[in-house]
Structures are given as C-alpha cells and as structure tokens.
C-alpha cells in the first residue's frame, strides 16, 4: 500500500527505484498491479488444490504389487491435475500479458518503459517444500510456507548456522548419508526403495556440490508457540535452502553432544526429504518415507525417523493429535 501511495502522489519509491522517472512510471504501476492480483489469485486457488493434488486412492492394499499399482493410479491423478490445472493457468497468464500490453500500447508510448513491468513475476517461481508431521497439511498453503521461510531467513546470521560437510555437525552428517546406505535395512526400505542407495548418493553429491544448502535455525525465534514444522526447503533457480528448526541446547556436555549427534541425523534426514521431493519430484508422503533409507534399524523393526520424534518432543499440538486419531 505504501508503494502505491508513493507512485500516486509522486514520492520516492524504495525498491521500485526505475518508477522514480516520468519514463517509467506508468509502465511499472502496470506492472505492480499485474503482480499484485497475480498473487492474489495464486493465493485462491493454491488453498483448495493442495487437498485434491494431495488425495490418496482409498484402496484397501493386498500386496506389494498392489501398492505399485495404486501408487500408479495415485500418479496419473495427481498428473492430471497437474496439466489440467497448468494449462487453465497459463491461458490466464496469457490473457492478463494482453490485457497489460494492450493498457501499455494505449497509454505508454514510450517503447523501453515497456521492458520492465514483467521483471517482477520471476519472485513468483520458488516451490517451497516442508517437513515435521506424518501427513499432509492442507492448511500449509505456498504463501503460509513462504511467509514461514522468509520470517526465517530474518533472522540475525549470528543466530543461524550454515551446515557445510566439512565441520561439524555437517561431518557427522555426511557420514550417516554415506555410511548408512550401506548397512542394514529392513526388508519393507528395501522394497519400498529399491533404489535408495543411488537416491542418498545422488543427494550426498547435490549437498557437497553446493546444490543443496543447509542451515539450522532456533525454533523460538520463528514460531511463537508450538512449531509448526521440523523443516522448510525452497527450491529456486535450481538451489534448494533448507532450514532445520533447532531447540535449545543444553549446557550439560553430554547432553549437548547427544543435541549434536541428534541434530546430524536431523539434517541427514531434511537433506533426503528435501532433495527426493525437490529434485526427484517424490510426493510429500513419499519424501518423508525416503527418510527411512538413512534411519538405523534393527533386525526385525523400523525405526522412526529422528525428525518426526523431535516434532513429537516439542509440539504438544502432535502429540495431541496422535493421542486423539491414533495415528
């Protein structure tokens, strides 16, 4: 709003520094107001198609091959809602570029102020990607993770640490993402993930290449009660961010290297969840089970993923949850 006020009534624009000239003036209110119900709209139709692109077969499973083949089912659906959903977006696009162009050629006749009103709808390309409970939840919206993950990326650079495979915790971490692969795994991982040895190299590599960037956050300084989530990743200009929502540490020296041999397996799991659904397009469901390929398990049991106890640890609003469905 304030932006607007500034261009209406001639004063400085910070951030729209090209608006400050008559030259440009027009074309970028066009532009602003191109972007603004642009993002209105992404915002009304995002809510309501996360539940449908997120609904499962309501199959009873007979089998593995039964699961293979509703697994297939549950992917032709969610593919056709995908096309149907991106091929009614873009004639919108296309029509909201003609209507602007069409205002510009009408009232704009200068031809390089005509350059600029598009620039802004690159903002518009970051996926945003979660973790922190067993299911999907549809009121976790791309706007309410963006605003989750940009509140997060403000907070001070003293407070947050960048987890690099070179120190500590990131050693301990690329440890477990090489080593873990290879030793036991339950028979259910294994044929669930037939090939979980070349997906965790594959997201080793993309973190050492620096294709996948990891930081810790404190939770307190995020969320103002329970934290909604253990993870948040966007996906943008092919880099993934992941931050990992960390508690306090403690100053018992045992107790905080159990926080740090806790925290690497945290992050061995986000940087597998984040890169299976970001890079290698796994559903939500999927990218949290992709977890269990870098869990330690014993003979005859599944363990649960570290992340999923610490969310259980500190959200009473799980617990809850769990005590109430028995989920």
Known sequence: MDKWVSLLTGGALVGLSAAD???????VGFGLSYYLIAAVCLDAVATPLWPIANKKTSTRIKSLEHLHDVDVIDVKARRKV?????????????????????????????????????????DQTSTFYYSGSLWASPELSQRTLSAIFEKASRVPEEERLRVIPSSPPGIEAMRILTTRAKVFKSSAVQAAFPLGTQMVKVASRLWHDGEVIVEL????????????LTTISRESGGVTNV?????????????????????????AEAIIQATSQAKLSFSYDQSVLAELTVTPHSTGRLAVPRGLIHHMEWSSAERARIIRTGE
Do not use: C
């Open 82 to 122: 995908y096309w149907s959903n991106f091929a009614s977006f873009f004639l919108m696009h296309v029509w909201g570029v003609a209507i602007m162009t069409a205002l510009l050629w009408a009232f704009e006749g200068d031809e390089k102020a005509t350059t600029l009103p598009p620039s802004p709808g690159k």
């Open 21 to 27: 000239s008559s030259r440009y003036r027009l074309s």
């Open 217 to 228: 956050v404190p939770a307190r300084l995020v969320f103002d009660h329970d934290p909604l």
């Open 243 to 267: 931050l990992v929502f960390v508690g306090h540490e403690s100053n018992h020296p045992e107790k905080r290297m159990s926080d740090v041999s806790k925290t690497s397996q945290i992050v």
